[in-house]
């Protein structure tokens, strides 16, 4: 709700700072008093329009700062966490500052925001009720919302909007595979030469490397061979090194139990070495074995390698990357032949998806007809009190055409009126003037309390053009729906004031030549006296003090 609200600047108001509570706060003062001034300060800080008359004469500059403690849950806390602007549980101050020159800056929690998201998140934390006020329950884009939730139909929507979405996703998979199979047509005949080429070449992982090393070792065979002949030859020399270092192994093995151990590790070493002589010889004969000087098979090897690679490069992949290539290849002409089947079963599973949404979306479209029917009961009884039994309320419900189906449903929901018997029903916001407006506002929220996520509603005008029981009618259900909600109420109507939990005064003010507009919370005794003068006028009579006493007393 509201806590408090800070103006400085704007038109009469030079500086003020009101506190607020819960239960209805009601606002009165002379007419001209600067009542109004205080909604244009409410709304400048709701991200209003701003317009430079509204900075005072004189100043540089207009400010209005609003606090608010939404509870954690609240979509106002919501929207802000989506701007990263979340600031836990704390209090939300909305600000705005206005320069003479029309230029206005917007701050949440002190942070600058677009006097858009400051308009939003006021939207979400105050419902102001006047006479020209277009947003909440006159915006015909929340009726749908609002009807389901008087309904309770939270669950239900959050299924319907499931099941949109698998429609929707059932759409997309058609039309992609429908994209893919026409494109795949489009190159059947290409695809088809590709593959045939790469089965001809049939590519292997790891071949290119493999034959990128035979084409070098052919490339080089001869002085391969010719230092591997050379290094066998050094090693059979001169009585064969094997058997040299074997018969110096066995010369220290004679005497070396006379050593005591000194000549064991220079045995162990040259029996290793004799060892690996002779490994060494084994791999060079092998090696020489292996080595291919036919240059025929080093030009098989070479056309290979470049017709390996002349693919690649056509592609734009490596070698390696050309097996890969050819499966898929494959599989999208396994996929092109087999395509009409995919087709057809993903076209069922769309229209099953339809059908499902479709039986969802009707079931919803039937609960919302009871509802509708319901609200519109409800909200018919609270009219004839209210001065607006020859008005009629209902609560349009209508389909929609298929392309406008959505997450919500097949229906349009439209709140409407009809003020004189006979004329046909319009649009809430375009019918009623004013004063019924302001009423059929009030009915409407008083039925929809309990659903209602806006904490704090502003009514003006509620009570223009009635007096007596109709006034004490407003009053009651002001105070009912103050019960719920913090309600503000700007009032000329006694009835309405006497039924304030809390009451504020709006006067001006005359000092050193200056006119200012002032606003003080008024104790027990002086509510009294202020509902008296609304009674009476001017002059205070006792006749009006006791008829202010009988009032508040209800």
């Given at each position: 709700?509201?806590?408090?609200?800070?103006?400085?600047?704007?038109?009469?108001?030079?500086?003020?700072?009101?506190?607020?509570?819960?239960?209805?706060?009601?606002?009165t003062?002379?007419?001209?008093?600067?009542?109004?001034?205080?909604?244009?300060?409410l709304?400048?800080?709701?991200?209003a329009?701003?317009?430079?008359?509204?900075?005072?004469?004189?100043?540089p500059q207009?400010?209005?700062?609003?606090?608010?403690?939404?509870p954690?849950a609240?979509p106002?806390?919501?929207?802000?966490?989506e701007q990263?602007l979340?600031?836990?549980?704390a209090?939300?101050?909305?600000?705005r500052?206005?320069t003479?020159?029309?230029?206005?800056?917007?701050?949440?929690?002190?942070?600058p925001?677009s006097?858009?998201?400051?308009?939003r998140?006021?939207?979400?934390?105050?419902?102001i009720?006047?006479?020209?006020?277009?947003?909440?329950?006159l915006?015909?884009?929340?009726?749908?919302?609002?009807?389901?939730?008087?309904?309770?139909?939270?669950?239900?929507?959050a299924?319907?909007?499931?099941?949109?979405?698998?429609?929707?996703?059932?759409?997309?998979?058609?039309?992609?595979a429908?994209?893919?199979?026409?494109?795949?047509?489009?190159?059947?005949d290409?695809l088809?030469?590709?593959?045939?080429?790469?089965?001809?070449?049939?590519?292997?992982p790891?071949?290119?490397?493999?034959?990128?090393?035979?084409?070098?070792v052919m490339?080089?065979?001869?002085?391969?061979l010719?230092?591997?002949?050379?290094?066998?030859s050094?090693l059979?020399?001169?009585?064969?090194?094997?058997?040299?270092l074997?018969?110096?192994a066995?010369?220290?093995?004679?005497?070396?139990?006379k050593a005591?151990?000194k000549?064991?590790?220079?045995?162990?070493?040259?029996?290793?070495?004799?060892?690996?002589?002779a490994?060494?010889t084994?791999?060079?004969?092998?090696?020489?074995?292996?080595?291919?000087?036919?240059?025929?098979?080093?030009?098989?090897?070479?056309?290979?390698?470049?017709?390996?690679r002349?693919?690649?490069?056509?592609h734009g992949l490596?070698?390696?990357?050309?097996?890969?290539?050819?499966?898929?290849?494959?599989?999208?002409?396994?996929?092109?032949e087999?395509?009409?089947g995919?087709?057809?079963?993903?076209?069922?599973?769309?229209?099953a998806?339809?059908?499902a949404?479709?039986?969802?979306?009707r079931?919803?479209?039937?609960?919302?007809?009871?509802?509708?029917?319901?609200?519109?009961?409800?909200?018919?009884?609270e009219?004839?009190p209210?001065k607006?039994?020859?008005?009629?309320?209902?609560?349009?419900?209508?389909?929609?055409?298929?392309?406008?189906?959505?997450?919500?449903g097949?229906?349009?929901?439209?709140?409407?009126?009809?003020?004189?018997?006979?004329?046909?029903?319009?649009?809430?916001?375009k019918?009623?003037?004013?004063?019924?407006?302001s009423?059929?506002?009030?009915?409407l929220?008083?039925?929809?309390?309990?659903?209602?996520?806006?904490?704090?509603?502003?009514?003006?005008?509620?009570?223009?053009?009635?007096?007596?029981?109709?006034?004490?009618?407003?009053?009651?259900?002001l105070?009912?729906?103050?019960?719920?909600?913090?309600?503000l109420?700007?009032?000329?109507?006694p009835?309405?004031a006497?039924?304030?939990?809390?009451?504020?005064?709006?006067?001006?003010?005359?000092?050193?030549?200056?006119?200012t507009t002032g606003?003080?919370?008024?104790p027990?005794?002086?509510?009294?006296?202020?509902?008296?003068?609304?009674?009476?006028?001017?002059?205070?009579?006792?006749?009006?003090?006791?008829?202010a006493?009988?009032?508040?007393?209800?």
């Amino acid at each position: 709700m509201l806590i408090s609200l800070s103006i400085r600047d704007v038109v009469l108001i030079e500086r003020l700072d009101l506190s607020f509570a819960s239960g209805l706060s009601v606002f009165t003062g002379e007419t001209g008093a600067g009542k109004s001034i205080l909604l244009d300060s409410l709304g400048l800080a709701l991200g209003a329009r701003a317009e430079s008359g509204l900075v005072r004469h004189g100043a540089p500059q207009a400010s209005v700062s609003a606090e608010f403690d939404p509870p954690a849950a609240h979509p106002a806390r919501a929207l802000l966490a989506e701007q990263d602007l979340d600031g836990g549980d704390a209090p939300l101050v909305l600000r705005r500052v206005l320069t003479a020159d029309g230029r206005s800056r917007a701050y949440i929690n002190d942070q600058p925001v677009s006097v858009g998201l400051l308009r939003r998140v006021g939207d979400e934390l105050v419902e102001i009720h006047g006479q020209f006020e277009s947003h909440g329950l006159l915006d015909p884009t929340t009726h749908l919302g609002v009807l389901d939730a008087f309904a309770a139909q939270a669950e239900s929507r959050a299924a319907l909007a499931s099941a949109w979405t698998s429609w929707r996703e059932a759409v997309k998979a058609r039309t992609e595979a429908e994209a893919a199979l026409a494109k795949a047509k489009a190159d059947e005949d290409h695809l088809r030469q590709l593959h045939e080429d790469l089965a001809t070449l049939a590519p292997k992982p790891g071949e290119e490397a493999e034959l990128a090393a035979s084409r070098a070792v052919m490339m080089h065979g001869e002085k391969l061979l010719e230092a591997m002949n050379a290094a066998q030859s050094s090693l059979s020399q001169k009585g064969e090194v094997e058997a040299s270092l074997r018969a110096a192994a066995r010369a220290l093995e004679r005497v070396a139990e006379k050593a005591e151990g000194k000549l064991d590790p220079a045995i162990a070493a040259l029996d290793r070495a004799a060892q690996e002589a002779a490994e060494a010889t084994n791999l060079l004969e092998r090696a020489s074995a292996e080595i291919d000087l036919d240059p025929r098979h080093l030009e098989k090897v070479e056309e290979r390698l470049f017709a390996l690679r002349a693919s690649a490069r056509k592609h734009g992949l490596t070698v390696d990357e050309l097996p890969l290539l050819q499966d898929r290849i494959g599989r999208q002409l396994a996929q092109l032949e087999g395509g009409g089947g995919d087709l057809a079963r993903l076209a069922r599973a769309e229209q099953a998806a339809r059908t499902a949404y479709v039986e969802q979306a009707r079931t919803l479209s039937k609960l919302r007809l009871k509802a509708a029917a319901e609200l519109d009961r409800a909200v018919a009884a609270e009219l004839p009190p209210l001065k607006l039994d020859k008005a009629r309320f209902q609560t349009r419900v209508s389909q929609l055409e298929e392309s406008q189906w959505g997450p919500s449903g097949l229906d349009a929901i439209g709140f409407e009126v009809a003020t004189n018997p006979g004329s046909p029903p319009g649009p809430l916001g375009k019918i009623a003037s004013g004063g019924e407006l302001s009423r059929f506002m009030l009915a409407l929220k008083v039925v929809l309390a309990r659903i209602s996520s806006t904490p704090s509603i502003v009514f003006d005008e509620v009570d223009s053009g009635i007096g007596g029981a109709v006034a004490a009618a407003v009053g009651d259900r002001l105070a009912r729906l103050a019960e719920g909600l913090q309600i503000l109420v700007v009032t000329h109507s006694p009835q309405v004031a006497a039924r304030g939990t809390h009451h504020f005064r709006v006067a001006k003010a005359e000092a050193a030549g200056k006119v200012t507009t002032g606003v003080e919370p008024l104790p027990p005794e002086a509510r009294r006296e202020e509902v008296a003068r609304m009674l009476s006028g001017e002059t205070i009579t006792d006749h009006a003090r006791a008829a202010a006493d009988a009032l508040m007393a209800d």
